[in-house]
């Protein structure tokens, strides 16, 4: 623990101008400096600094504070370690807190600590040379080489990505690390705490964790080595090991290969789910940049940085963590996913989700092509590609919901469609920011539009239809026998039209009682409501024509309200031929159906609306459904 006196001491001392001068470029401005803020984006300075209060402001974002919380701000650091590196800076000595027996401990604590960093820089060092003077080095080599990442013949954004991530070559051998690090003095229990070396099972001595691969340092926010991550390389020739003096292993015995990658255990100064793989090298073009791009692995980290995107992170061989997540809100607020091409990587991305969403970050995806990665990408066609899809990234939930319903949407059946929706429901009703919430609306639409894509010419020619009906509204006193002519929103909604519709069918079945057999008919029936309904069952069952009788005891089981009507028409048929009364018929069957479909269609639409002011995605999505569904029965295709 600090005592307050150095933290005192350190407000007094730390020259805010200094400590801003390192980010920032200052200018006079009456009484206070000003210049670019370095916490969000900007073109004009509104960033202020007050030396007489030692405070800095900023009109643009409102950040604020003073010398100790800028460094913690601008260096992600603690408060602690801010004022540890102020005091570093000023001179000035740490006084540790006032308790005897803790402020023993603490230095304790701090002395282990820092001997497990300087071992691990020591391995990285080590690495870092064996990876130019080690007789194999050549097969690390190979494995940059093949990456296109050789600083010989590269540029120097290559050996700036090669040094920051200190990568270097784990000899081949079992105790290469080992020795080097007792010669300088370090102790295997140090060693082997950070997981360098590996007691034997025998108690007898340690041998090297990392031998013949290809090594990656990963560093803490203040760029200290706290672990390593080590890429295996081909075996090399058995004659090439007996002229360095290995035992070449014994090729009859069947031996398992070794792991792809292997990664330093956790350590009392490495928690992997705490840290986040090239955040301190990135940190700078994280903040500049206002996005820290999320990879996989971590060459596709170091790929990108050698190729000049250098706000490119990766987790540390585990899912995305909330603790990752708010190392990274540290530095930026938008994160940029671009994880691998397959289906392990859109798991991870709805993995990632709540980590991203929790620690206050705004979530956007990048497309990879399928079988892709960062890296890869980055060879088949070049950075501009991949800077492309990092600028053309879509909003999270926008992504989550498409890959949702890209999966084979369109060919599944009704139930796992609907179950598709309902998990886009879902992402709906979880997301919390009220910005992205605002924007449900939209997202509803590109579902209803996706789901208009298996029937887009009926989509069509709804909208066509609606479009063309409101322009014109039919003539009047044209009842209109022509099924085809445009209905307004209004006509199709009136129930008198489809009354009159109603009665125009039982008047052609009247005509002529034979028609009532037709099987268009029979569908017909169902959409009538009400004393139609009844006027029409009583048809079916009369068996008119037979005999007189039969006539009037339909008209006697007849609704009042029909009974005239019926009586003129069986009096008087409109239609004396056949042929003429099927045809008007039909024309009314197809008329009410339309006019049945758009009342359908009307009422859905006033329920969606209903549901979109109340918020119910579930409701919202189930009727948009519903509206497809009746899209489609309005042409006759898709499920019943
Ligand atoms: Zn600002």
Known sequence: MIGQETIDRVRQHASIVS???????????????????????EKTPSFHVNPERGLYHCFGCGASGDAIKFVQELSGLSFVEAVRELANQAGIEIVEAVD???????????RRHAELFDVSNAAAAFFERMLREHPLRFMALDELRQRQLVSTSATEAVADALQAFRVGYAPYGWNELGQHLSKLGFSSVAAETVGLVVARKSGLGHYDRFRHRLMFAVTDLQGRVVAFSGRALAEPDAARLREL??????????????AKYLNSPESPVYKKRETVFGLYQARHAVRDSGAAVLVEGNFDVLSLHAHGIGNAVAPLGTAFTPDQAKLIRRFTSEIVLMFDGDSAGLRAVFAARDAVRDS?????????????????????????????????????????????????????????????????????????????????????????????????????????????????????????????????????????????????????????????????????????????????????????????????????????????????????????????????????????????????KHETMQALQQAAASGDFDAELELLRQQMRQAQQRHGVGER
């Open 360 to 600: 206050g970050l705004v979530g956007r995806v990048a497309f990879v092509p399928q079988g892709s990665d960062p890296d890869q990408m980055l060879r088949d066609t070049g950075v501009e590609s991949v800077r492309k899809a990092i600028s053309a990234s879509r909003g999270m939930l926008e992504f989550l919901i498409d890959s949702t319903l890209d999966r084979g949407f369109m060919t599944d059946d009704a139930l796992s469609r609907a179950s598709k929706i309902r998990a886009v429901a879902r992402l709906l009703a979880e997301e919390t920011d009220p910005e992205v919430r605002a924007m449900a609306r939209h997202y509803a639409d590109r579902i209803a539009e996706r789901l208009g894509i298996a029937d887009a010419p009926t989509f069509l020619a709804l909208s066509r239809r609606v479009r063309g009906a409101l322009d014109r509204e039919s003539p009047p006193g044209n009842s209109g026998a022509n099924p085809e002519r445009p209905l307004s929103p209004s006509q199709a909604r009136s129930p008198d039209r489809r009354q009159a519709v109603g009665m125009e069918i039982l008047g052609s079945v009247l005509d002529h009682p034979d028609l009532v057999q037709m099987p268009e008919l029979k569908e017909a029936t169902i959409l009538l409501e009400g004393d139609l309904a009844a006027a029409m069952a009583a048809l079916g069952q009369a068996n008119i024509g037979r005999s007189a009788s039969s006539i009037e005891q339909f008209l006697a089981k007849l609704p009042p309200s029909i009974h005239a009507f019926a009586a003129s028409r069986l009096a008087a048929p409109r239609y004396e031929q056949l042929g003429d009364a099927r045809t008007v018929l039909l024309q009314n069957i197809t008329k009410l159906r339309r006019l049945e479909q758009l009342r359908a």
């Open 100 to 110: 005897a027996s803790e402020r023993k401990q603490q230095a304790e604590a701090r």
């Open 245 to 258: 003096g290995h035992d070449p292993p014994d090729a009859s015995k069947p031996r398992e290969a070794p």
């Open 19 to 41: 400590v801003v001068k390192e980010a920032v470029r200052l200018q006079q401005r009456g009484r206070s400096l000003v210049g670019l803020c370095p916490f969000h984006k």
